[in-house]
């Protein structure tokens, strides 16, 4: 499966951006979804995943409650949905598939494949 994200760009604080993950492929419904960032100088981080069984979303700490993640396997879309974004959003996130078990879903080695990257910069 090939995957590509879009949607990264300028946003003030407080502000929403929705970042889309396209993929390629018939089978694009079978897979977990990951979303990874990372910022200049640090290591890539989880931020959420949406996983095949059940719809079932899982986010790290920080983003709860401000992102939310969903996916169109018509479409072979996940999205993105960051509201309330702060300037430690700030980004190059990655979207990522796989077809790992639930205990792996915040690792990235989870994931066979990946997007691009599109950039989030979030000024104050």
């Known amino acids: 499966v090939q995957l590509q994200a879009s949607g990264g760009g300028l946003v003030q604080a407080g502000g929403s951006l929705r970042l889309s993950c396209a993929a390629s492929?018939?089978?694009?419904?079978?897979?977990?979804i990951g979303w990874f960032r990372q910022s200049p100088g640090k290591e890539r981080e989880f931020v959420g995943a949406?996983?095949?069984?059940?719809?079932?979303?899982y986010y790290t700490d920080s983003v709860k409650g401000r992102f939310t993640i969903s996916r169109d396997n018509a479409k072979n879309t996940v999205y993105l949905q960051m509201n309330s974004l702060k300037p430690e959003d700030t980004a190059v996130y990655y979207c990522?598939?796989?077809?790992?078990?639930?205990?792996?879903?915040?690792?990235?080695?989870?994931?066979?494949?990946w997007g691009q990257g599109t950039q989030v910069t979030v000024s104050s």
């Open positions: 990522a598939a796989g077809k790992a078990i639930l205990s792996m879903t915040t690792y990235q080695s989870a994931y066979g494949y």
């Open positions: 492929g018939s089978t694009f419904g079978t897979y977990n």
């Open positions: 949406i996983r095949v069984s059940g719809g079932r979303t």
